[in-house]
């Protein structure tokens, strides 16, 4: 009698806690399904999407922003970053990312016959929580780790490759949007009066999502006025139109950069990256086509900072040597040319339009 009992007792204590466990994992998935769903997209999904119209295809799209292929949704991220990590994390890492505040990216083509001004700009910027990579276009990288900053830094090698060939490839917008602001630099600038964290401050008070530094007049290679400093001010957005090259609103004269030394917001870059086509070489003229990314006004939102200047040396590399002042003179002035007459083409075709409505 005596065991029949105890068995009895036992037999509850098992359904006690059988049912308490089948509650609280009820309650967990509950929970879950709230915060995260842990969905998978079915091969019926994926069916109805292809019969589906294509706003309708766009609308599932939205919604299921988090859905890649049969993934579920709960373990899909969308984005990463160029932060190194370390194989440790011990208490001084964890600190250092605790102090972190808003992060930035600079990335430069580096050519080995450039290293001492490369140096220059990273003792500047590596200071002021920049994340850093070097485009080896001429594949020289080890040559590089006798400076101290070197493994802090990402490098990236590819033989006689421009800029905007590693920028199209390496800096897509979901790798870099944890960085506030994006500085795409040659090489062959002087920053001994350029602090970043200024800059930055500039930028962002007058709201800037498209800039650059401004150029001294004196040192560096001059291609446009609108890139020239200014001493008066902090800033510019356009060229005074009394000059004779800039007797119109408009790129090169206002709401303008070069691309020497464009610098993008986050959202100006997402932007900006899509613009550059996948065989772009050496870029030239991809700096009139900026204003789209102008995110709004071009003239108000594209401008040049003149209290934080560079010295911009005009070193050709890639084997442009060969290419004179005069040469880059004529291709800027056809440039220009092509640009006007664009300009030209669209008031016509307007005024055209304009008349067919009346």
């Not at 994340?131 to 594949?139: Q, V």
């Not at 800033?235 to 691309?259: M, T």
Request: glycine share 6%; net charge positive; aromatic share 10%.
């Amino acid at each position: 009698m005596r065991l029949r009992l105890h068995l009895l007792v036992l037999c509850l204590i098992i359904l006690f806690v059988v049912y308490n466990m089948a509650s609280y994992q009820h309650r967990q998935t509950a929970l879950d399904v709230k915060s995260r769903p842990f969905e998978t997209m079915t091969e019926s999904d994926v069916a109805g999407a292809k019969v589906s119209s294509r706003a309708t295809v766009k609308v599932s799209e939205r919604a299921d922003a988090s859905r890649i292929g049969f993934l579920p949704r709960g373990i899909v991220e969308h984005y990463s970053d160029m932060e190194l990590k370390p194989l440790w994390l011990t208490k001084s890492v964890q600190s250092q990312r605790s102090t972190q505040n808003e992060r930035c990216l600079i990335a430069i083509p580096a050519g080995i016959n450039q290293k001492k001004s490369v140096d220059a700009i990273m003792k500047k910027f590596l200071p002021e929580n920049f994340t850093a990579i070097l485009f080896h276009y001429d594949g020289k990288v080890n040559e590089w780790n006798d400076l101290p900053w070197s493994k802090s830094v990402i490098h990236i090698a590819a033989s006689n490759q421009t800029k905007w060939w590693f920028a199209k490839r390496f800096l897509h917008p979901s790798v870099v949007s944890m960085y506030a602001y994006i500085f795409l630099w040659d090489e062959d600038l002087e920053v001994d009066n350029f602090n970043p964290r200024r800059y930055l401050n500039i930028v962002k008070s007058e709201k800037l999502v498209i800039s650059q530094p401004g150029l001294d007049p004196k040192l560096s290679e001059i291609h446009h006025p609108i890139t020239v400093r200014k001493k008066a001010g902090s800033f510019h957005r356009r060229v005074s139109r009394a000059n004779k090259e800039c007797s119109r609103e408009g790129p090169p004269c206002s709401g303008w950069v070069e691309g020497m030394a464009p610098v993008f917001s986050k959202s100006a870059w997402q932007c900006a990256w899509h613009l550059i086509q996948n065989d772009l070489v050496h870029g030239w003229g991809i700096d009139y086509k900026f204003g789209y990314c102008a995110q709004g006004d071009r003239t108000k939102n594209i401008g040049v900072v003149d209290s934080e200047f560079v010295v911009h040396r005009g070193v050709q590399t890639l084997g442009g040597s060969a290419m004179t002042k005069n040469t880059r003179a004529k291709n800027s002035n056809a440039l220009r040319q092509k640009t006007a007459q664009g300009q030209q083409q669209t008031r016509v075709c307007l005024c055209l339009t304009s008349k067919g409505t009346l």
